[in-house]
Structures are given as C-alpha cells and as structure tokens.
C-alpha cells in the first residue's frame, strides 16, 4: 500500500525478479498505473525490497503530482 498527496491509501503491486545475484523489484500503482523499478542485492529481505520500490513510487507519485 502506497499513499497519494491526499493521504488516501491506494494498492500497489510488487513483482520481484531475481537475476543472479541481484533482484529487479518493480512497484506498479493501481489507480494511475505508474511504475518504478529498483535493483536490490537478491539476499535482501523480501520486506526491504519492497519498501524501497513502494519508497521510490511515492516519490514519483509526488513529484508527478498536479500542483
């Protein structure tokens, strides 16, 4: 779960990819469809992995937001 600008709650869906030693954590927001990507050590918590992707989506969703 992400938050938007109105501090509404909103779902996000992760995809985490291993590549060798790394993971491709991908975070996709439900309502505007925005999607950011991060690379992780693959040893790395799944719960860790997911809060940098959902951490760099908020940060998209902010800046990109109107006003």
Do not use: H, Q, W
Not at 26 to 37: F, K, Q
Not at 50 to 62: D, G, I, P, T
């Amino acid at each position: 779960m992400a938050t938007d600008r109105a501090g509404e709650r909103r779902d996000v869906f992760i995809e985490i990819v291993t590549l060798g030693n790394y993971a491709k954590v991908t975070a996709i927001d439900s309502v505007t469809g925005t999607e950011v990507s991060v690379t992780c050590p693959a040893n790395a918590s799944r719960a860790s992995m997911e809060a940098a992707a959902v951490n760099k989506l908020e940060y998209v969703l902010k800046k990109n937001a109107p006003g």
